[in-house]
């Protein structure tokens, strides 16, 4: 990709998100419901482990760890989300993708910008929830101070969404093939609440399962962004940076062979 | 950014295209459909045959056919969102289905029964993503929406969300939309389709003003033959996914050769058609005298309906 189609791609997705935020100012309470239900579960989780710990519990990680995964992981697990591959089917299926097609820009630019603007629009409404979770634990959170360990957190918060909208692109691009996508969808967001630590930390799932758990992409979606943070020390975080980086690589790569053999097969139903 | 054949060559150059749909087929009852789950059946059908086109710079051509005829295929294998199977396609000097940015910033697209305009917006914010898409410069955009606004009657509802819109206001922001970047090539598909009469010929004026004006050429599909008559010098049909006519409407009229019809008024307030054939007009007249009072007597060419529903009819006509 050149410098100029980057820059017009940057201007159309800030035209894009633009729009979006407009639209998502006129529909705003369902956000704020949606928003409250997502912060409920790890509240839920987070009561069930303290009680288990004061009756004598001893999870492999300590209170303080499990405290702090769990106010956080409403907030990562939201962040690096995605919701396309319901959206891409539809469209592929009805033939509504024959309006983007017809545009000089790519397809996804107005998913990423729905993605990114409502993104913005949950965390405005998703922080002040947090942080009213986190105020009668906050003797047990603990939080680097190191503006580095944030940076890393970032970095590996864009890498887990962009991995993750990479996936969606893959399955709903399955509709250029399949009429029906979603059952495959389902599995792939089961898989995805299981595996990414947005139920329960990796960390307190049996140790026979670490090899597997280290090398599945999932957890790189969630539980290691909050590693980055709660990770004693930021030498340990290579291999998994590594590994994160490479799943990312994979799914750009399968997202792209993916979408460019199914866009052979469109038929751009009805008009 | 033009292609740099595309001066010399045709707008459009079609040889030997073709396009095939393959699908599996819908199983009939319960037992079929769990069959189905383990061996399903491939089906194929062929919507282009052969398509040879050349449209040059700045025509208007109508693509008319019955409905499954396959010019809604052509259509969108011109504007790249379908692959051709197999033949040559060159669209403003490029290969559509590559769909670069050079081809799809010079083409536009008017889907009558489907939006290109966002839905929970004003029609001004869809136009200023298409500012940042085609590269528009601020001051070239804000003129070119100031004409479009006032040519297409919009000015007063460019902030209206355009769920809110009447059709015709919304066909007519449509049309702003498609035009804003000045397209080398227009594809309409149904563009006055739901419209009323005064918005119908809002919409043919604005064609032929921007083909005049900007050498546009603009390939239309429509049912609706007012359309066809108003805009188009020169027709191509398609019937079963070939191209069985390819000429102007006069020679349309003469391929379909339906004979000029005698219309005769009654004092009564009765009107009468009758064919004319080889008889002479005067003995038409005698004949129907003999049955009441005649106060007006019309000959008129049979409608473009018609001329369109016997070429329909036929299998292959060559012109």
Redesign the interface.
Known sequence: MSAH?AR?AG??L???VG?EL??IA?YRWWLVAMQASVVAVPLISLLVWRGAMANGAEPPVTRDYLTTYLVLVSLVTMLTSSWTARFLAESIRL??L??W?????STHLAAVANNVSEKLAKLATLLPLVAILAVPFHRDIELPAHPGRWLLFLWALIMGATMMFCFDVIVGSLAFWWDDVAAMDRFRQLAASFLSGALIPLSVMPAAWGPFLQVQPFGYAVAFPIETLLAPDVTTLGTGLAVQAAWVLLALVAARFVWVRG??R???A?? | MRSPTFGSEPVISAQGLSKRYDFYRQPQGFLNALRSLVSRELTSVQAVVGLDLTVERGEIIGLLGPNGAGKTTIVKMMSGLLVPSAGELRVCGYRPAARSYPFLSQISVIFGQKAMLWWDVSTRESLKIHRSMYEIPRTEFATTVGELGELLGIAEILDTPVRNLSLGQRMRCELALALLHRPTLLFADEPTIGLDVQAKLVVRSLFQEINRAFGTTIVLTSHDMADVEALTERVVIVTGGRATFDGDLADLRTRADLPKEAVFTYRDGRIERMPIGDEPIGTLVQTAARSGELVDVKVVEPGLDEVMSAVFSESTVRP
């Open positions: 189609t017009r201007s159309v800030r035209s894009l729009q407009q639209m006129q033939g509504h024959n309006a097609l017809v545009r000089p820009c866009l052979r469109y038929s751009g009805g008009a």
